[in-house]
């Protein structure tokens, strides 16, 4: 018999809010502390071993599309495991879909931040519908009378997974469908045709390229009608009760997020009803992109803490030269890296979600440059987070029985979906250019007092007032510039001296770590980063 020795214990059970320092400060710090009971009861819920193990489940078995039925008739439906119908229950009964706007109050976004930032740790493809259903409310409302229809099944905490008609339902989630095959950055390029059936509403004929989560009970979706493009509620029944003709091709093969589904769609005529003004498709939908591009924010920080969680659990446990990984000086550089790129995400991120919960013009302007920067900065770096802290890890992490080939796989799609990486940083100079109070705004948010965030700023400054500020072949170095000045007074405002010290000597200036962790220089508290990060029961 094989002894089994120097192998951590497992780290589960543990509560994901109260065992994350970083994460509790930020919920007190940005208005919803009021929520910290209840954070901490998902969070025991999502750190329990059964919950855990859902996230293997749905991940292990993944959704399968069942396009007929026995005798041949259409049915365009997909099955998912039993693990994503029980991790979608949870995530609804916490009110992560909906909160805000069922119950909205100072502090409300930032709480179901936190919420959401817990999910994703323990499985992100049901993140999903969760973040469509949340950021789908602001659009929903440009339509009173949908609104009046389909927010009282919204804002409930209850999922409901039957596939029958909304109106029989007790709750519901909704999707989105706007890139078509020929492009999904460029949104003008959108072929799928509205033609109105004569009684106030539309029959729509085209296809979409992606449309996730596709057994959602209704779909955000553009498409062109007379006026132009124009944006459209679709639900996959019709009003008197039938199947709506949304014909789902075929899913895609991922390279993660399996547990969720992500299908090709074709419209053949599918009823769908005016939402906003017509010809107005893509503003009236972008009001959706800001919050899910919120979400992806959440969800890679959340991603990029539970693999620094693994990291610096395997660390503190599991001895290599007759000493603790976590003890061993060049460890000791690589975990305080980690744990300080996943401080700066986290504060960050959470910064942002508070700046939904206000609705002044500050606040109005930090969303506004803030989101597609920040979606941007945090979606680059969770991938190469990630990578560095499966290899804490050594061959261990390489293997499925741990999460983090999992978090590995996901990572990537948050920079990708809601508008890719570079799609982010044109809008990021859009937003400048348009936005009036972006810069004072900025500098009111980065003035800490300290000299190094200090120049930090002066250099973003001058980078900004210089004539070729607009300049696209730069954009990604002007978001890095102004997204890590921003984290650095974050930082240096509410984190420790150790935390904001290691972040101004390790991201500011021209010295920046070109990507790789493990590079922090000499004389910085090392340890103390790191004891901020271990996750505790
Ligand atoms: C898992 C997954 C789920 C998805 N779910 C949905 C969904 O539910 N609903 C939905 O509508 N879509 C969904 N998408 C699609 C996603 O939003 C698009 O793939 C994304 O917006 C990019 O569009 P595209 O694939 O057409 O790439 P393209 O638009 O062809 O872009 C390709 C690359 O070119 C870059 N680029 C584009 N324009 C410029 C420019 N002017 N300058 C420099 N670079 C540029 C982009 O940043 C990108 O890197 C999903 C995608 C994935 C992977």
């Not at 706007?101 to 519908?129: D, F, N």
């Not at 509205?194 to 085209?206: S, T």
């Not at 395997?314 to 060049?330: E, G, S």
């Not at 810069?439 to 980078?463: H, K, M, P, Q, Y």
Request: net charge neutral.
């Amino acid at each position: 018999m094989i002894e089994v020795a120097n192998q951590p214990p497992p780290l589960e059970p543990y509560n994901l809010f109260t065992g994350d320092v970083v994460l509790r400060e930020a919920v007190e710090r940005e208005g919803a502390g009021w929520a910290a009971a209840a954070l901490t009861a998902l969070g025991a819920r999502f750190g329990s071993p059964e919950t855990v193990a859902l996230g293997y489940a749905a991940n292990r078995n993944p959704p399968v599309l069942r396009s007929f039925d026995r005798y041949g008739h259409r049915l365009d439906e997909v099955e998912f495991h039993p693990a994503w119908h029980a991790l979608l229950t949870i995530a609804c009964e916490a009110g992560l879909h909906s909160s805000p706007w069922a119950h909205p109050r100072k502090g409300a976004h930032v709480a179901r931040a936190a919420g959401t930032y817990m999910l994703t740790q323990i499985e992100s493809g049901v993140y999903c519908p969760i973040a469509m259903t949340y950021g789908a409310v602001p659009t929903l409302r440009q339509a009173p009378a949908l609104a009046d229809e389909w927010l009282p099944r919204i804002c409930t905490p209850r999922y409901d997974a039957r596939f029958v008609p909304a109106r029989q339902k007790q709750g519901v989630l909704i999707g989105m469908g706007m890139t078509e095959n020929q492009g999904g950055s460029d949104l003008r390029t959108n072929a799928t045709r509205a033609e109105p059936d004569g009684n106030g509403a539309y029959r729509l004929y085209g296809h979409k390229w992606f449309m996730s989560a596709p057994m959602c009970d209704a779909f955000l979706v553009l498409a062109r009608s007379a006026t132009g493009l124009s944006c459209f509620l679709m639900p996959r029944f019709r009003p008197d009760g039938s199947r709506n003709a949304l014909r789902i091709n075929r899913l895609k093969d991922k390279l993660g997020n399996r547990s969720n589904a992500s299908s090709e769609v074709e419209f053949e005529g599918a009823h769908a009803e005016l939402v906003g003004e017509e010809g107005r498709g893509i503003p009236t939908i972008i009001e959706m992109g800001n919050y899910t591009r919120l979400d992806c924010c959440i969800g890679s920080a959340g991603l990029m803490r539970q693999a620094v969680a693994q990291a610096v659990h395997h660390a503190r446990h599991r001895v290599a030269f007759q000493r603790k990984l976590v003890d061993q000086p060049l460890m000791e550089n690589v975990l305080a890296d980690l744990a300080l790129e996943c401080e700066a995400a986290t504060v960050l991120a959470l910064r942002l979600a508070r700046a939904y919960d206000e609705d002044d013009a500050a606040a109005q302007a930090l969303r506004r440059v803030l989101t597609p920067a920040a979606k941007f900065w945090i979606c680059k770096r969770a991938p190469c987070l990630i990578v560095e802290a499966m290899e804490v890890l050594g061959g261990a992490g390489y293997i499925e029985d741990c999460i983090l080939p999992r978090l590995y796989r996901e990572a990537p799609v948050n920079s990708i979906w809601e508008g890719s990486g570079n799609v982010m940083c044109l809008d990021v100079l859009r937003a400048i250019a348009r936005t009036p109070a972006a810069r004072e705004t900025l500098r009111a948010e980065i003035e800490c007092g300290d000299a190094r965030v200090s120049a930090s700023a002066a250099r973003l400054f001058a980078r900004l007032d210089a004539s070729e500020h607009g300049e696209e072949a730069q954009a990604r170095i002007l978001v890095r510039e102004l997204v890590q000045t921003l984290q650095a007074a974050l930082l240096m405002r509410h984190a420790p001296t150790p935390v904001a010290d290691a972040f101004c000597a390790a991201r500011l200036g021209e010295g920046g770590n070109g990507g790789v962790f493990g590079l922090l220089p000499r004389g910085l508290s090392l340890r103390a980063l790191i004891e901020r990060a271990v996750p505790t029961a």
